[in-house]
């Protein structure tokens, strides 16, 4: 059968790797690659260009996260898009209490269908911008992919971590370079320690590329930085 221009092409069968990643969940993951491949499309939301090649470079791509989340971790996905990688985590891993955290209402109501869909009781929408829910939200760990550069995105995102939580940002094969430029700016937003590391090596190729930021304090910037000392620039003396 061909699609008509409306017609948006139909999601691909999984690759076997999928069976090994996705294990009992994939009947979900399948439902899901089929919501994007058609919704998803229709509603603008994933480029008809990416239909072909859903599973490996976005829902394996994705899934392969989950090594790094410990058992009943809250999860913020910051900029979740169509569901990029929160929906996939929370579908294969219901011990996890997920929240997707995005700004603009044509993906929330395409992301609240998707939960009701896939029967996602672990998974909550949430509309709004990251640095609006300071106070609101907190999680063990935010996930993002492909929302901001990485200074932007640890602005955004360490607030919304509690101690030992970490930010886990999917990156490129630039991802090295870019913790490189951004590291300074980063340590000066909270202590934090910052590794890349890269998961699902035999499972998808290239491997998902992930930059980890994980805080070691409470809260707040660091000792000594200049918004620790109030964030205000010294008034001269009054003469
Ligand atoms: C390029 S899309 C990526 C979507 C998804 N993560 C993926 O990988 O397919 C970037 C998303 O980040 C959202 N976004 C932009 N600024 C944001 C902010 N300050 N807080 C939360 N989300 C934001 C956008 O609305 C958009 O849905």
Redesign the pocket.
Known sequence: MTSGPDVPPAAEAPPQEAEAVFGDSLPKARRYAELLADDGVRRG??GPREVPRLWGR?LIN?AVVEELLPEGADVI??????????VVLGLMRPDLNVTL????LR?TVFLEEAVQTLELPNVQVRR?????VRGDLSADFVT?????PLG?LAG?SLPLLRKNGSLLA?KGEQAEAELAAAEKDVSKLRPSVSDVIRVGRGKVDPATTVVRVTVTSDGGPPPGSQKSRGGKKKRGRKR
Request: glycine share 16%; net charge neutral; aromatic share 4%.
């Open positions: 939301l994933i976005h994705c996905d910051v900029g979740s898009g169509a569901g990029l990688p929160g955290l995005e700004p603009l993906r709004g911008r990251a640095e609006e993002a992919r492909a929302v901001a932007r955004w999917l």
